[in-house]
């Protein structure tokens, strides 16, 4: 009995070289995304319980001035009064938002934008994580950023590193080189005049000394510490202390 001639098995046509490139951009672009969020929650979930070793901000003044002051202190170390104060200062309803301050943000806007709406959560961001300036793009950075700072970080974590990166002179950076710049004396021992003083100038490091203010920056320094005392009773301080 004649065989029946076996069918030849055709091959599928083969992939031309510009769909074999797609698929590999693809594959390029996806492993490119998880890498990027992997290095996003780790760099989020590590400052939990690392401290920052230094910030863009102090980088770029230890390279212009060639030194900076500045030492990492736990908050356990640092007066309550100064912890009060800074929230007086910078962020009174610290306690009671997720990283924006709605009714911060619709006064700057009644205001004209004459007046700052960034909370603290949203200043740790910039000083750790971004850089100084005013652009849209950072600040769509800070914005973007932000929930998950609040997510992850305890309130008392968040206030934490604020006081140990941000600038009170020129190159002195976070609140025990600060004491011992201006006063001689270390953050445990502030009084809440001193507190006062010290939360006065952060808004503009470089152009206020806390050792010289205004009397304008005087009447500030009185305000934020009846802020203070206030916040201490009405409960606004209890999320860090």
């Not at 076996?6 to 074999?20: D, V, Y």
């Not at 808004?203 to 206020?208: D, G, H, I, M």
Request: charged share 25%; aromatic share 10%.
């Amino acid at each position: 009995m004649a065989k029946k001639p076996q069918k030849k098995k055709t091959k599928p046509p083969a992939e031309n070289w510009l769909t074999r490139q797609s698929k590999r951009l693809r594959r390029f672009m996806r492993r490119g995304a998880i890498w990027a969020v992997s290095l996003f929650i780790f760099a989020i979930l590590a400052f939990t319980v690392f401290n920052p070793p230094i910030t863009w901000t102090m980088y770029s003044e230890k390279s212009r001035l060639g030194k900076l002051d500045y030492q990492w202190i736990p908050i356990e170390d640092v007066a309550p009064v100064m912890l009060r104060s800074v929230v007086a200062a910078e962020d009174a309803n610290f306690c009671n938002h997720w990283g924006f301050d709605v009714e911060a943000i619709r006064a700057a806007l009644e205001a004209g934008g004459s007046r700052g709406a960034s909370t603290l959560s949203q200043q740790v961001v910039k000083n750790v994580y971004l850089w100084q300036g005013r652009s849209w793009f950072r600040k769509a950075l800070e914005a973007g950023i932000t929930p998950f700072i609040e997510m992850a970080w305890s309130k008392r974590r968040i206030l934490e590193i604020y006081l140990n990166v941000a600038e009170f002179d020129e190159g002195v950076f976070g609140i025990e080189a600060a004491s011992r710049h201006y006063f001689g004396i270390g953050p445990e021992a502030l009084s809440a005049n001193q507190a006062a003083r010290l939360a006065t100038v952060l808004p503009s490091p470089k152009k206020r000394s806390a050792r010289n203010l205004s009397p304008a920056l005087v009447r500030r320094a009185a305000s934020i510490m009846d802020g203070a005392a206030t916040i201490k009773v009405d409960g606004r301080s209890d999320c860090f202390q």
